[in-house]
């Protein structure tokens, strides 16, 4: 099967290695050469560490890397059987991407996406083979997180269903189905948690090292609230916050002020050094 990601980034790049592993001929694509470049080091640099930990053979490392092809053009992928995106979470950028990609990639072709919260089923629209398309949606980091949470669009076939829960088998991934709401399952559910965890510091229930211990201990979660939440990036969780919010209209999934506040500050958690703690 010929397999397209695309999109490089830390997401993309998890992809495209598992698709490689699990056999499948990979083209991966991002908008330049330099993020394929940083893309492959990292699948280079994961690869490594699985043979380091006996978790696969060298030969096989190197396998995987020869199945792996990089473009910048988008024309590329016209003989793909399965294309799954992995861009950034704007849902102006997917909607063009998916317009053009319904133009290119053969009638057969089957498109994915892995987004966390834009709407399937308008993207689906927007790709112009409705039946065609599904949620794909990977957890991060992909090498190590078994769980693929497909997405029906309210158009979704069977066939296409089908094809997906074989191919994320195929990847060693256990495949959950559910419908297309805001959110779906995991971040419906999740999400609610973070932002009442990050209501909790600002109420002054507790302190986040207080929080965190409170869920990892008395709960059993391998993490805390408040780190995951750093981990995932407050940006992200306001975001996806918002979609909640928006979509289902209920005012419980109201994103805490606090959370706001942080964004609006640049303390977005790991990735810029500083959230509710400092890295
Ligand atoms: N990071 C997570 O924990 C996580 C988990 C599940 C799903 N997701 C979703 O996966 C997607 C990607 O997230 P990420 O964390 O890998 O982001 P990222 O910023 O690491 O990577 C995004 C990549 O897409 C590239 N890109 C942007 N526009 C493009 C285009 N038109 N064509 C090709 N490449 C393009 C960027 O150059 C970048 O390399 C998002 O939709 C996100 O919501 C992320």
Do not use: W
């Given at each position: ?100 990609l319904g133009k290119i990639v053969k009638p ?172």
């Amino acid at each position: 099967m010929n397999f397209g990601v695309i999109g490089a980034g830390q997401m993309g790049a998890g992809i495209a290695q598992v698709a490689a592993v699990a056999g499948f001929d990979v083209l991966l694509r991002d908008v330049e050469q330099r993020f394929l470049d940083r893309g492959m080091a990292g699948i280079e640099k994961s690869l490594a560490k699985l043979v380091e930990k006996n978790k696969l053979e060298p030969s096989a490392k190197e396998a995987a890397l020869a199945r792996i092809k990089t473009t910048i053009s988008l024309e590329d992928f016209s003989d793909s059987d399965l294309v799954v995106e992995a861009i950034l979470e704007d849902k102006k950028i997917k909607l063009e991407l998916f317009a053009s990609l319904g133009k290119i990639v053969k009638p057969s072709g089957v498109l994915a996406s892995n987004t966390s919260s834009i709407p399937i089923t308008e993207l689906a629209t927007a790709s112009g083979r409705p039946e065609q398309f599904i949620g794909m949606h990977f957890m991060n980091p992909v090498p190590l997180m078994t769980l693929v949470e497909v997405i029906r669009g309210y158009l979704t076939s069977d066939t296409t269903t089908n094809l997906i829960l074989e191919t994320a088998e195929k990847m060693g991934k256990t495949a959950v189905q559910c419908n297309d709401y805001p959110g779906f399952v995991s971040n419906r559910i999740l999400m609610p948690m973070l932002n009442e965890a990050i209501q909790c510091v600002m109420e002054g229930v507790a302190t986040p090292q207080a929080i965190d211990q409170i869920m990892k201990l008395g709960m059993n979660h391998p993490m805390g609230p408040i780190t995951l939440a750093d981990f995932i990036g407050l940006d992200t969780c306001l975001a996806i916050m918002e979609v909640l919010h928006q979509g289902l209209g209920d005012d419980k999934y109201r994103a805490s002020p606090l959370l706001r506040k942080m964004v609006q500050g640049g303390l977005l958690g790991r990735k810029s050094g500083q959230g509710f703690y400092k890295y």
